[in-house]
Nanobody, 123 residues
Framework: QVQLVESGGGLVQVGGSLRLSCQASGPTFSSYSIGWFRQAPGKDREFVAVIQWSGLVKRYADSVKGRFTVSRDSAKKTAYLQMNSLKAEDTAVYYC????????????????WGQGTQVTVSS
């Protein structure tokens, strides 16, 4: 099973950018889809983006389309979430998750999760 560690969160002003990283350990990173999710206080965990194990197929939540970009570097065993034009409503704890050879946006489908990284967008 793959282990995941997120980094890159922080405090940014509205309109700013951040890049989150999801560092994986384990020999089969290239066989896992990587999903990004977020959870704001008092709200359910919600889907943000997912990239297929091949890196060729991606999906985004409507709320982040055109602003966020998901990518991966299999040689570094790292996935990224580039977040531009950030809004106050993007404030949340962001999690990456891994699922073996299944392309899904449902959090319950994922077996491995990172610890989360806080993103705060201030106005």
């Amino acid at each position: 099973q793959v282990q995941l560690v997120e980094s890159g969160g922080g405090l940014v002003q509205v309109g700013g950018s951040l890049r989150l990283s999801c560092q994986a350990s384990g020999p089969t990173f290239s066989s896992y889809s990587i999903g990004w999710f977020r959870q704001a206080p008092g709200k359910d965990r919600e889907f943000v983006a997912v990239i297929q194990w091949s890196g060729l197929v991606k999906r985004y939540a409507d709320s982040v389309k055109g602003r966020f970009t998901v990518s991966r570097d299999s040689a570094k065993k790292t996935a990224y979430l580039q977040m531009n034009s950030l809004k106050a409503e993007d404030t949340a704890v962001y999690y990456c998750a891994a699922e073996f050879q299944r392309f899904t946006s449902k959090p319950d489908d994922y077996d491995s999760w990172g610890q989360g990284t806080q993103v705060t967008v201030s106005s």
